[in-house]
């Protein structure tokens, strides 16, 4: 599943930025809902729900130690009947936990230690759960009888549950949480439920932790933040940091579903005036993930979320990931969107966003699966393309040749015939070059026209396309 072509890339000048890198090959499941995180010891985990039915197997693992370069299989699963309908990895200080629906229970599973747990309390339909600073979870869970929201909370990986437990209200559903640095507690759910439910309102509550595992609330922190209920809002999570929090949900007919915020300066007292990120105009926004983090001195939200044609073409330069940031300064401005997927993004039903990875040494990462024929193949790109730097460029697959007098090396290992195309970041077709290689050959495209950017090359022949990103620089 490797692209059989690598861009060699050579560079004018030794200045340092970062991008988006080539894709990584993850593995081969069906598809479902899926997470990722790193583990304290600097491994990435990503838990992938297992969508074949009574096959044995509930949660398949897959690790890596090279930052998301190379996958295998992890030398733990988690056993199980059914399909399991969400799945989140959570980092506590010393291990990643894995919280997952198996029917109607809540279960925990240590990635370190193979230790199990479950919220027993009540049986649920839906839940999500966060981690503290000190690494509590803080749990809640949609009732499986009905529309209510209930939370608890675990100081030992969801081996048992000593925190306060509590009704939220009986007139919830589907439970999205945020915890900031500070412990201060962002959850929001749709409610009163209608009938329709996505054309319920979505309402968010603030909570402060006096200790871990206790949180204090009034009925003055619950108030609704989208308040239309004549359109659809699909998926919706906040993220929160040092007094911020942005909000996200997607909105509109599912066909045609776009992308909206609004940011809170003070916690989430008060939100000011929703916006529009991305959608219309002939696309769709199916799937976002949402984080806010400290980043070279500064606080940030960092989003990601499949954009598609309508209908889709199945192209990955139309039908693809972008990432967009705002900083603490000015919340609401977000960058212009770039575009990082060289594999068509699937995203399926309420849980399957493409995951969203912080690294703790700053980097960032995204998982995701793309659909096949019979299975999705799942990827991985990491925010470290680091231009001007031979270790880095050598470990993301690049080597420097530098200068490159203004052309890009097209190297190969087998024969090829057919056409190179050059996309900027926003989709658009800049160049077309015929291409004709034999095995061992090389070619040299022109791009010394082409402003400073990232840039998507795609190898287009009859028996499909192989795209490669790199980063046009001084």
Partial sequence: MKPLFTLLLGLVSASVSQAWGPDSFMGI??????????????????????????????????????????????PYSIAGIGVCQRVRMLRLPNAVVCAYLDGTTVRFYNTATANSGAYMAYSASEFDAAVSSTGWIYLFVQLSTGNSIRRAGSGDGGITWTGNEALVTGNGAVPRVSVSPADTVILNYYGPV????????????FYNTSSPGNL???AANFQDVVTDDTVDKWRYAAAIRNGRVWFFWEQGP????????????????????????????GERIAGFTAIARGWGGTTRCELIYARYSVPASGDPAVDRLEYRTASA??????????????NVP????INGAPALVPLANGLLGAAWGSPGNVATAYFFDLHDVVTGSAERDAVNGFRLLGPAHGHLIIRGAGRFDGAAELRDDAGRLVARHALRLAAGEDALLPVDVLPNGTYLVTLVEREGRRSLRFVQQP
Wanted: hydrophobic residues 40%; proline residues 4%.
């Fill in 346 to 349: 699937r995203v399926e039903g």
């Fill in 254 to 281: 599912a066909a045609t579903s776009t992308l909206h915020g609004r940011v809170s300066t003070n916690n989430g007292a008060v939100y000011g005036s929703p916006f529009q990120l991305a959608g219309g105009n």
């Fill in 29 to 74: 499941t069906m598809a479902g809902s899926h997470d990722a995180a790193e583990a304290p010891n600097g491994q990435l985990i990503a838990a992938l729900a297992d969508t074949a039915a009574n096959d044995g197997i509930l949660i398949h693992f897959l690790v890596s130690d090279d930052q998301g370069q190379t996958w295998s299989d992890a």
């Fill in 216 to 218: 204090n609330v009034s």
């Fill in 329 to 342: 300064g000015l919340p609401s401005a977000f960058s212009s969107a770039t575009a990082f997927s060289e």
């Fill in 194 to 205: 209608l009938a329709d439910r996505p054309k319920s309102r979505i309402r968010a509550a």
